[in-house]
């Protein structure tokens, strides 16, 4: 570009308006129902606190409520590192205090699952605002929306504005899938995104922690799988780390739901369980490779059952995900003992009725520890049989409205990822075509649609690490967290980028290195 370009920029630049993201409050995801009136009130660091509502059924034992209530107080003061000077008192109200009610038993020392009540209101009004959820979850949610409504006016005044806010999510499944296989992630990381989670409102980590490239899982009853399927003895996750996970998690409201998938994607597992792979055949010899689980073996099914009895044990979650997708044929038809037993089992030349006799077994294995079963959509295609109740993910973006309806007029729950693949990156603000989906843009009944029961955004991990793990997916799945809470007539692209352009702003203002949506800057 010669010195006339540069000029030209130059010129544009001047004469467009600086596109500082605003400094009033944007609510992420919107609400159900906002009533603000222009009416503000004074916040102050010294003065405002956080507290339990005398008529509440939690009080200062909930220590999930107690670590929440001064995780936000240091989240709604630390807006501004940078003090403008000091703070110029204003006429305004003051705002002293949130009291915080719990309506129900409050479930504070549980984990949340799939059934958990997420709702809550909200009543802003001098000097004493109320948050009230009929469960913890519910108040966790409210406090996020809470932190986000106080904004500092051009003095630095903390201030809020009265209003009456009702919520609750459309959806009770909304994840993200971390990959932890393709590439290690430090647990300080998966915390990290666990709490960009909690300030987008998502609920669900699918947690992808082993594959083809690494075993980082360090199982107690086999050890081996991680010494020697890891990357290497520091690229592990110990039964301390994994419960850290768990329990920061909980703390957010926030489920864990590990994937151990098989019978594809499980070369890092043969490393340190001998016989547990396909020995795959050249003509009349073997080739040394090893393709899928080898399905056609007792000792197999000994060493899934035990591992799963732990896995089970280790994850409160009630689900696991037993993937199944993208399972390869060609090792299992080149080994002649497989080939025999399709004889014996009259499976004929069709390997996916090998894959389907596998995958029953795994489904058993899982119902027999108590778990409920989520699958990658090639399950339900390759006409295993499922048992009622069994997840399935649809991921493939070809006609996956199509594949939505096949599934819930088969009866079984969805939860949506084709269109969220944050994996897949192009130039320019392609948020926006996340934001367009709706989950439940497909044919079918009133009772399909129910059994649709969210989505999830997922970032492989091929090219993802430690280093560029929060700028790609934040605030790219911000756009989907949206999509899974808000009402589904909450499509105004541009007042969703007026409120996510102030959002990632705040994350970054939080800790979150969440990458521009496009040109401006932060205020702070």
């Known amino acids: 570009m010669g010195p006339r370009g540069l000029g030209l920029l130059a010129l544009l630049a001047a004469l467009s308006p600086r596109s500082a993201a605003a400094s009033g409050p944007a609510l992420w995801p919107l609400p159900l129902s906002v009533r603000t009136t222009p009416r503000a009130l004074h916040v102050s660091r010294e003065n405002f606190s956080v507290s339990h509502d005398p008529a509440s059924s939690a009080g200062p034992s909930c220590a999930l409520?107690?670590?929440?209530?001064?995780?936000?107080?240091?989240?709604?003061?630390?807006?501004?590192k940078s003090q403008r000077g000091p703070a110029k008192r204003n006429s305004a109200v003051e705002l002293k205090q949130l009291l915080v009610s719990i309506v129900l038993d409050s479930e504070c020392d549980l984990y949340p699952n799939v059934t958990s009540d997420e709702s809550y209101s909200l009543v802003v009004k001098a000097?004493?605002?109320?948050?009230?959820?009929?469960?913890?979850?519910?108040?966790?949610?409210?406090?996020?929306?809470?932190?986000?409504?106080?904004?500092q006016d051009?003095?630095?005044?903390?201030?809020?504005?009265?209003?009456?806010?009702?919520?609750?999510?459309?959806?009770?499944?909304?994840?993200?899938?971390i990959d932890t296989a393709r590439?290690?992630?430090?647990?300080k990381s998966i915390l990290e995104t666990l709490d960009a989670m909690a300030f987008n409102k998502f609920n669900v980590l699918h947690w992808h922690i082993v594959d083809?490239?690494?075993?980082?899982?360090?199982?107690?009853?086999?050890?081996?799988?991680?010494?020697?399927?890891?990357?290497?003895?520091?690229?592990?996750?110990?039964?301390?780390?994994?419960?850290t996970v768990i329990e920061y998690a909980r703390l957010r409201g926030i489920r864990v739901i590990p994937e151990f998938d098989s019978p594809g994607h499980t070369q890092s597992w043969g490393k340190g369980q001998k016989n547990l792979l396909t020995p795959c055949y050249n003509g009349h010899k073997q080739s040394e490779t090893f393709g899928p689980i080898n399905p056609i073996l007792n000792s197999t099914y000994s060493f899934l059952s035990q591992l799963f009895k732990e896995v089970s044990a280790v994850f409160p979650d009630q689900f696991i995900h037993l993937g199944g997708d993208e399972v390869e044929f060609k090792c299992w038809e080149s080994n002649p003992e497989?080939?025999?037993f399709m004889k014996w089992k009259g499976f004929g030349e069709d390997y996916k009725k090998l894959e389907s006799f596998y995958v029953q077994k795994v489904l058993d294995i899982a119902s027999t520890v108590n778990k409920g079963a989520i699958v990658w959509q090639e399950v339900f295609d390759d006409h295993v049989k499922l048992q009622?109740?069994?997840?399935?993910?649809?991921?493939?973006?070809?006609?996956?409205?199509?594949e939505q309806a096949q599934v819930t007029a088969a009866g079984f729950p969805v939860i949506l990822s084709a269109p969220w693949y944050l994996d897949w990156i192009s130039y320019g603000q392609d948020w926006k075509g996340y934001y367009k989906v709706d989950p439940l843009d497909f044919s079918g009944s009133p009772e399909q649609k129910k059994l649709v029961m969210?989505?999830?955004?997922?970032?492989?991990?091929?090219?993802?690490?430690?280093?560029?793990?929060?700028?790609?997916?934040?605030?790219?799945?911000?756009?989907?967290?949206?999509?899974?809470?808000?009402?589904?007539?909450?499509?105004?692209?541009?007042?969703?980028?007026?409120?996510?352009?102030?959002?990632?702003?705040?994350?970054v203002s939080r800790g979150i290195a969440a990458e521009p949506l496009y040109t401006g800057y932060c205020n702070h």
Not at 65 to 80: K, P, T
Not at 183 to 187: N, Q, R, V, Y
Not at 388 to 402: A, D, N
Request: with cysteine.
């Open 127 to 151: 000097p004493v605002a109320f948050l009230k959820a009929n469960r913890v979850w519910g108040a966790l949610r409210g406090l996020e929306t809470f932190s986000q409504l106080i904004y």
């Open 338 to 340: 497989i080939r025999d």
């Open 454 to 507: 969210g989505g999830e955004a997922c970032l492989w991990g091929e090219y993802v690490d430690a280093t560029n793990l929060t700028p790609r997916l934040w605030p790219r799945a911000s756009a989907i967290g949206e999509r899974l809470w808000s009402h589904s007539d909450v499509k105004d692209l541009e007042d969703a980028y007026n409120r996510l352009t102030v959002h990632r702003c705040r994350m």
């Open 154 to 177: 051009s003095y630095g005044t903390f201030t809020i504005n009265e209003c009456n806010i009702i919520d609750s999510p459309r959806f009770p499944h909304r994840g993200i899938l």
């Open 212 to 243: 083809d490239q690494s075993f980082p899982y360090q199982s107690v009853t086999f050890p081996e799988l991680s010494n020697k399927g890891s990357y290497s003895l520091s690229h592990v996750y110990t039964p301390t780390d994994v419960h």
């Open 183 to 187: 590439h290690f992630l430090p647990i």
């Open 388 to 402: 009622p109740g069994t997840i399935v993910q649809v991921w493939k973006f070809q006609s996956y409205s199509e």
């Open 65 to 80: 409520l107690q670590e929440a209530f001064r995780r936000y107080h240091g989240y709604i003061f630390n807006l501004d």
